[in-house]
């Protein structure tokens, strides 16, 4: 019974607040009259809501009286719809998750796996044919490792082609365009061709998705790169030259009838984390931090960066000299440790592959050179030193790109997730 008056009375006293609310709201379209009438409104209806013995008859017989003049005079704010009820709470929201995002956490994919195995970006997982998941399968692997499975059919008889850009190192050929992500958000994505005889099929793929590594794995297994495809394939009559520009392979026993299944694949969510922006606002990185950094600032001719964030390891900081005797990092001329990418890189254990430093368009910790970093500068290098374009390339860059640390995987649910190594 005592929850019962209270709600009663409760309900006079939201009379009395949208009465206030009105006046707070439209006082500069509202006239004195009207205003009077609302302040008697608010009166009335604040004084019935400390009555003890409200009962629901009287307050139904007051509240007519008090709709008519909220209607009255309400414009827009009064009678309450959804929007005008939730736009405070949605403005609050927003302006929360705003400034969480801005000061302590921000959400970043990983894109690529140059931090493998630390990390990992977007990479795909192959099916023979008919043995890609079913239906029902999908969307529980969309949910679980935001796994999105692609099946390319022929559409003719004849032998596989795959076409390839060989002027700045051979790598499968594919054209930027239009797509959607997440159903309606507008993007790139990349399209590459297949040829089965003479007609092409297509897939679509993320724009940073590393489909040359995929089509290696699934066609040409017993090679590493596309040049020593290349290489083989010159050698047995598998290679062909259209121009300067383009080239295509043949797969040995790659012939496909029309309806066969060329290519089976998901391609799996790289890993999403958050990032801590607040704590550097107190404590400086440390030598092997998992650091996020804009890289407007760097200057890299060869390949401007551009507005883009990036994720790294910290390798060492102002005064610090850097070396690379592969596999390991050298820093002030002692083996780098305290971090599991180094010594696990210096190693060659666990799937780190160790830091190399002969890489085409490298210019930094080359063979037999050091590298001090400058005053407020950081170096930064991926775990993945083979697939990983970082400081080697580009040197040093101000500490001020920064934003935070990267703290903890929320997604996909592999045995990565948890906290950030």
Request: proline content about 5%; glycine content about 8%.
């Given at each position: 019974?005592?929850?019962?008056?209270?709600?009663?009375?409760?309900?006079?006293?939201?009379?009395?607040?949208?009465?206030?609310?009105?006046?707070?709201?439209?006082?500069?379209?509202?006239?004195?009259?009207?205003?009077?009438?609302?302040?008697?409104?608010?009166?009335?209806?604040?004084?019935?809501?400390?009555?003890?013995?409200?009962?629901?008859?009287?307050?139904?017989?007051?509240?007519?009286?008090?709709?008519?003049?909220?209607?009255?005079?309400?414009?827009?704010?009064?009678?309450?719809?959804?929007?005008?009820?939730?736009?405070?709470?949605?403005?609050?929201?927003?302006?929360?998750?705003?400034?969480?995002?801005?000061?302590?956490?921000?959400?970043?994919i990983i894109p690529t796996n140059s931090m493998y195995p630390t990390y990992s970006g977007m990479y795909h997982q192959l099916y023979e044919a008919g043995e890609g998941p079913s239906l029902l399968e999908k969307p529980f692997r969309f949910v679980l490792f935001g796994a999105r499975n692609q099946e390319v059919v022929a559409?003719?008889?004849?032998?596989?082609?795959?076409?390839?850009?060989?002027?700045?190192?051979?790598?499968?050929?594919?054209?930027?365009?239009?797509?959607?992500?997440?159903?309606?958000?507008?993007?790139?994505?990349?399209?590459?061709?297949?040829?089965?005889?003479?007609?092409?099929?297509?897939?679509?793929?993320?724009?940073?998705?590393?489909?040359?590594?995929?089509?290696?794995?699934?066609?040409?297994?017993?090679?590493?790169?596309?040049?020593?495809?290349?290489?083989?394939?010159?050698?047995?009559?598998?290679?062909?030259?259209?121009?300067?520009?383009?080239?295509?392979?043949?797969?040995?026993?790659?012939?496909?009838?029309?309806?066969?299944?060329?290519?089976?694949?998901?391609?799996?969510?790289?890993?999403?984390?958050?990032?801590?922006?607040?704590?550097?606002?107190?404590?400086?990185?440390?030598?092997?931090?998992?650091?996020?950094?804009?890289?407007?600032?760097?200057?890299?001719?060869?390949?401007?960066?551009?507005?883009?964030?990036?994720?790294?390891?910290?390798?060492?900081?102002?005064?610090?000299?850097?070396?690379?005797?592969?596999?390991?990092?050298?820093?002030?001329?002692?083996?780098?440790?305290?971090?599991?990418?180094?010594?696990?890189?210096?190693?060659?254990?666990?799937?780190?592959?160790?830091?190399?430093?002969?890489?085409?368009?490298?210019?930094?910790?080359?063979?037999?050179?050091?590298?001090?970093?400058?005053e407020d500068q950081f170096f930064a290098l991926g775990d993945n030193s083979n697939n990983s374009l970082d400081s080697r390339y580009w040197g040093s860059f101000d500490e001020d790109a920064v934003i935070g640390k990267a703290l903890f995987i929320y997604f996909p649910f592999t045995k990565r997730w948890g906290p950030a190594?």
């Amino acid at each position: 019974m005592f929850s019962k008056k209270k709600k009663i009375r409760k309900r006079a006293g939201e009379f009395a607040e949208m009465a206030r609310k009105i006046i707070n709201y439209r006082k500069d379209q509202l006239g004195s009259s009207a205003i009077a009438q609302l302040k008697e409104v608010g009166e009335s209806a604040s004084a019935v809501s400390a009555e003890k013995d409200l009962t629901n008859e009287r307050l139904t017989s007051l509240a007519g009286e008090w709709d008519s003049v909220l209607r009255q005079h309400g414009g827009k704010v009064y009678p309450k719809t959804f929007i005008s009820d939730n736009v405070e709470t949605f403005l609050v929201a927003a302006i929360i998750v705003l400034g969480i995002r801005a000061f302590f956490l921000q959400p970043f994919i990983i894109p690529t796996n140059s931090m493998y195995p630390t990390y990992s970006g977007m990479y795909h997982q192959l099916y023979e044919a008919g043995e890609g998941p079913s239906l029902l399968e999908k969307p529980f692997r969309f949910v679980l490792f935001g796994a999105r499975n692609q099946e390319v059919v022929a559409d003719s008889n004849g032998a596989l082609r795959i076409p390839l850009f060989i002027n700045q190192g051979p790598r499968a050929a594919f054209e930027v365009v239009d797509g959607k992500k997440w159903i309606f958000v507008p993007t790139k994505l990349k399209r590459y061709f297949l040829y089965v005889g003479n007609q092409p099929v297509s897939f679509d793929v993320p724009i940073d998705f590393d489909a040359d590594s995929m089509l290696i794995d699934r066609y040409f297994p017993d090679y590493n790169s596309w040049s020593e495809v290349v290489e083989a394939q010159q050698a047995n009559g598998g290679f062909s030259r259209q121009n300067a520009r383009m080239g295509s392979v043949t797969v040995a026993g790659g012939t496909f009838q029309s309806g066969d299944t060329v290519l089976d694949f998901d391609v799996l969510s790289g890993d999403a984390l958050f990032v801590d922006r607040f704590s550097y606002h107190f404590f400086a990185p440390k030598v092997g931090d998992p650091i996020v950094f804009r890289t407007n600032s760097i200057d890299y001719p060869r390949s401007p960066l551009g507005e883009k964030y990036y994720i790294k390891r910290l390798a060492g900081t102002e005064g610090d000299v850097l070396a690379i005797e592969p596999p390991a990092l050298l820093i002030d001329g002692e083996v780098a440790r305290g971090n599991v990418a180094f010594e696990k890189n210096a190693e060659q254990i666990d799937g780190y592959r160790g830091y190399v430093n002969d890489g085409p368009n490298m210019d930094y910790l080359t063979p037999g050179t050091t590298y001090e970093i400058p005053e407020d500068q950081f170096f930064a290098l991926g775990d993945n030193s083979n697939n990983s374009l970082d400081s080697r390339y580009w040197g040093s860059f101000d500490e001020d790109a920064v934003i935070g640390k990267a703290l903890f995987i929320y997604f996909p649910f592999t045995k990565r997730w948890g906290p950030a190594e």
